[in-house]
């Protein structure tokens, strides 16, 4: 050996030194959880939209009025919401930025403000299913009929939609069925749950429930008796929620479901959901039992122990709200 | 052949810095192993399971204890849907916690970037990724086993948790909330894993609880699959939740009865974890003359000849 070789052994150092010392790669092997958890969500922007990938062709936008479902296939776009309309045009980049497609169905859980405000603008934007060239050029809104009737009288607290966002196709049976961009889709009527025309909507072959406001992780149930809701039809329609989602095992994972407002879940919260309801309710009946009045019910705090997960002092709707109109229906005679 | 010695020298100093003077590696301790649960600390909880009415030690806040008085344990019969859920990561290693630890490494640098653990009781999987990604945002769903991430400090391992499912802080319906956090510290001594796990729960708790746990190196273990599906059938009506109103749980009281403790201690929150309780705290219900139940016996199995 002579010297001319000793640079090669220096840089066989080197080379070692700089593999060891390299940082972990960014390409490492996948994971294997169970239940995959996308690596990166945004943070929830007030005035922005964020989109999640759930499963197949079905994405979860959110904002900050409420989550849309946004399905695609060869024959167009189904949503399911459409929010409250301050955010349209971004849905609708959200929608382009996941396929070109023209947006065909629109479907509502609900007439709730907060979750139609976009179909009039978002129903231009499309055409009929299967009709390219028919007049007008909108999507179909599809609803339950009493959603229906309430988009096209609304009762005075409730901000009137264009008629262009009305419902073009209802029903008033127990299940309205579709199939649609490759998968069945059912729309489960829940009668007399927090309103009075509300769905849920079940896309079987990604397996996916989308709510709207009659589930959602993070607040009590807006219960409008005023337009045929109650508290009791509420837990109905959570049991039957319960009904249509099956866990993968361990329960987790399994059917996911889109909620009104929130992240993403599966029968794990609704469980839970479920659960805080059906003990609230016998909590109020008892105070009612004994004779209580609604001043005293709210001060005995009979959703103490919720209300840091669902509660709310402030907003358009309150823990104060909430137990008022529990107290108000189960107090009826 | 002649060899430059100086030169040589040069090359093998920086083989040896490179050996010993990375960073990361020269901190990286392998996990990897089949670990026996230790049951020296808080065996009664961890083994038979704690008793209704125990929260002693525990930093909850009112909500967390009118939730823990409201529960019924006819539900685990009564609410089907829970009878194969897991124990959530911050709670899964103070059971029946045969643990597998392995190590996933990059294949190019051999680094460490992930470690994969199963404890066998409703096989809990759990990856905890060394790679520096962030976690998810707060769209994503949350799972029993929650996001984890890690990095070293000094010779521990440094885990941050998010993304947890509502769950329990002990198994005798003390809740945990959904936007709990928790921090684990992993110290490797020899043969001997010590876990020190830390909740944040702005929901459920006043203050940080703290908690550890140890585990022996048992090559022979056998870490079981535990698969789980729930039948949905029970006696009960479908929907039913039981529950306890408010001031009508008759068993309250009954452990710290049975013990001779006194009643506030029983009921937990943060001044219970501190030893200055004991000076203020009101003379014990009563004192039992002997001990009958859990006595000294809660070692791994071993026989105890006053009781179970």
């Given at each position: 050996m002579n010297?001319?070789?000793?640079p090669s052994?220096?840089a066989?150092?080197?080379?070692?030194t700089?593999m060891?010392?390299v940082p972990?790669m960014?390409?490492?092997p996948?994971?294997?959880d169970?239940?995959?958890?996308?690596n990166v969500v945004p943070a929830?922007?007030?005035?922005e939209?964020?989109?999640l990938?759930?499963?197949d062709?079905?994405?979860?936008?959110?904002?900050?009025a409420?989550?849309?479902?946004?399905?695609?296939?060869?024959?167009?776009?189904?949503?399911?919401?459409?929010g409250?309309?301050?955010?349209t045009?971004?849905?609708l980049a959200?929608i382009?930025?996941?396929t070109?497609r023209?947006i065909?169905?629109?479907?509502?859980t609900s007439?709730e403000a907060?979750h139609?405000?976009?179909n009039?603008e978002?129903?231009r934007?499309?055409?009929?299913?299967?009709?390219?060239?028919s007049?007008?050029?909108i999507?179909?809104?599809?609803?339950?009929?009493?959603?229906?009737?309430r988009?096209?009288k609304?009762?005075?607290?409730?901000k009137?939609?264009?008629s262009?966002?009305?419902?073009?196709?209802?029903?008033?049976v127990?299940?309205?069925?579709l199939?649609f961009g490759g998968t069945?889709v059912?729309?489960?009527h829940?009668p007399?749950?927090?309103?009075d025309?509300?769905?849920?909507?079940v896309?079987?072959r990604?397996d996916?429930v989308v709510?709207?406001?009659?589930?959602s992780p993070d607040r009590y149930?807006?219960?409008?008796?005023?337009?045929?809701?109650?508290l009791?039809?509420?837990?109905?329609?959570?049991?039957r929620?319960?009904?249509?989602?099956?866990?993968?095992?361990?329960q987790?994972?399994?059917?996911?479901v889109i909620?009104?407002h929130?992240?993403?879940c599966?029968?794990?919260e609704?469980?839970e959901y479920?659960?805080m309801?059906?003990v609230?309710?016998s909590?109020?009946?008892?105070?009612?039992?004994?004779g209580k009045t609604l001043e005293?019910?709210?001060?005995?705090r009979?959703?103490?122990d919720?209300d840091g997960i669902y509660g709310?002092?402030?907003g358009?709707w309150?823990t104060?709200?909430f137990?008022?109109a529990?107290?108000?229906?189960?107090?009826k005679p | 052949?002649?060899?430059d010695?100086?030169?040589a020298?040069?090359?093998?100093?920086?083989?040896?810095?490179a050996?010993t003077?990375?960073?990361?590696?020269?901190?990286?301790?392998?996990?990897?192993g089949?670990w026996?649960?230790?049951?020296?600390e808080?065996?009664?909880?961890?083994?038979?399971?704690p008793?209704l009415g125990?929260?002693?030690g525990i930093?909850i806040?009112d909500a967390a204890?009118?939730?823990?008085?409201s529960y019924?344990p006819?539900?685990?019969?009564?609410v089907?849907?829970?009878g194969?859920r897991?124990?959530?990561?911050d709670?899964?290693?103070r059971g029946?916690?045969?643990l597998r630890?392995?190590r996933?490494?990059?294949?190019v640098t051999?680094?460490?970037?992930a470690f994969h653990s199963?404890?066998?009781?409703?096989?809990m999987?759990?990856t905890i990724?060394?790679?520096?990604?962030?976690?998810?945002?707060?769209?994503a769903?949350?799972?029993?086993?929650?996001?984890s991430?890690?990095?070293?400090?000094?010779?521990?391992?440094?885990?941050?948790?998010?993304?947890l499912?509502?769950n329990y802080?002990?198994?005798n319906?003390?809740?945990s909330?959904?936007?709990?956090?928790?921090?684990?510290?992993?110290?490797?001594?020899?043969d001997?894993?010590?876990v020190?796990?830390?909740v944040?729960d702005?929901?459920?708790?006043t203050?940080?609880?703290?908690?550890?746990q140890?585990?022996?190196l048992d090559?022979?273990?056998r870490t079981?699959?535990n698969p789980?599906?729930y039948?949905?059938?029970?006696?009960?009506?479908p929907?039913?939740?039981?529950?306890?109103?408010p001031g009508a749980?008759?068993?309250?009281?009954?452990f710290?009865?049975?013990?001779?403790?006194p009643?506030?201690?029983?009921?937990?929150?943060a001044a219970?974890?501190?030893?200055?309780f004991?000076l203020?705290?009101?003379k014990?219900?009563?004192?039992p003359?002997?001990?009958?139940l859990?006595?000294?016996?809660?070692?791994n199995g071993?026989?105890?000849?006053?009781?179970?």
């Open positions: 010297k001319n070789r000793h052994f220096l066989l150092s080197l080379l070692l700089a060891l010392a972990a960014a390409g490492a996948a994971p294997r169970r239940m995959k958890v996308p929830l922007d007030p005035n939209v964020a989109v990938p759930v499963r062709n079905l994405y979860m936008l959110t904002t900050a409420g989550n849309i479902a946004v399905h695609f296939g060869v024959s167009g776009v189904m949503i399911v919401d459409s409250d309309g301050t955010l045009p971004k849905v959200a382009r930025g996941l070109d023209p065909a169905y629109i479907v509502n007439a907060e139609i405000g976009g009039a978002l129903a934007a499309g055409s009929p299913p299967g009709l390219p060239d007049d007008p050029q999507a179909h809104v599809v609803a339950h009929e009493g959603a229906s009737i988009m096209q609304p009762s005075p607290d409730q009137a939609i264009d262009t966002g009305w419902p073009f196709v209802t029903y008033f127990d299940t309205l069925e199939y069945p059912q729309l489960v829940v007399a749950a927090r309103t025309g509300d769905s849920l909507v896309f079987r990604p996916v709510t709207g406001d009659i589930f149930p807006v219960i409008r008796p005023e337009r045929g809701g109650s009791k039809g509420t837990i109905d329609a959570v049991n929620l319960l009904d249509l989602t099956v866990p993968e095992d361990l987790e994972g399994g059917t996911l909620p009104g929130g992240r993403l599966d029968e794990g609704v469980v479920r659960d309801l059906t609230i309710r909590r109020i009946s008892d105070l009612i039992a004994q005293q019910v709210l001060a005995a009979p959703t103490l919720y709310s002092t402030q358009p309150t104060t709200q137990v008022t529990v107290y108000r229906e189960l107090a | 052949m002649r060899i010695r100086r030169a020298s040069f090359g093998l100093l920086f083989l040896v810095g050996l003077g990375s960073p990361a590696n020269a901190q990286e301790i392998d996990f990897t089949e026996r649960p230790i049951y020296h808080d065996g009664p909880e961890r083994i038979p399971g008793d125990d929260y002693a930093p806040n204890r009118l939730r823990a008085d019924s006819e539900r685990i019969i009564a089907t849907e829970n194969c897991q124990h959530s990561a709670y899964s290693m029946l916690a045969n630890i392995m996933e490494l990059d294949p051999q680094q460490a970037v199963r404890i066998g009781f409703h096989t999987d759990r990724y060394l790679d520096g990604r962030p976690h998810p945002g707060p769209q769903p949350h799972t029993w086993q929650g996001f991430t890690a990095q070293w400090k000094g010779n521990q391992l440094e885990i941050t948790t998010t993304h499912k509502e802080h002990r198994r319906g003390i809740p909330g959904p936007n709990r956090t928790f921090t684990e510290r992993w110290v490797r001594h020899g001997v894993l010590t020190v796990t830390i944040d702005p929901e459920m708790l203050e940080r609880f703290v908690r550890s140890s585990w022996m090559p022979g273990q079981f699959a789980c599906e039948g949905g059938e029970s006696t009960y009506e929907g039913t939740v039981p529950s306890y109103l749980n008759p068993f309250i009281n009954e710290a009865d049975r013990w001779g403790l009643r506030s201690g029983a009921r937990g929150g219970t974890m501190y030893p200055e004991r203020n705290m009101e014990p219900s009563a004192t003359e002997k001990c009958t859990y006595c000294t016996c809660m070692n071993a026989v105890c000849p006053d009781g179970p």
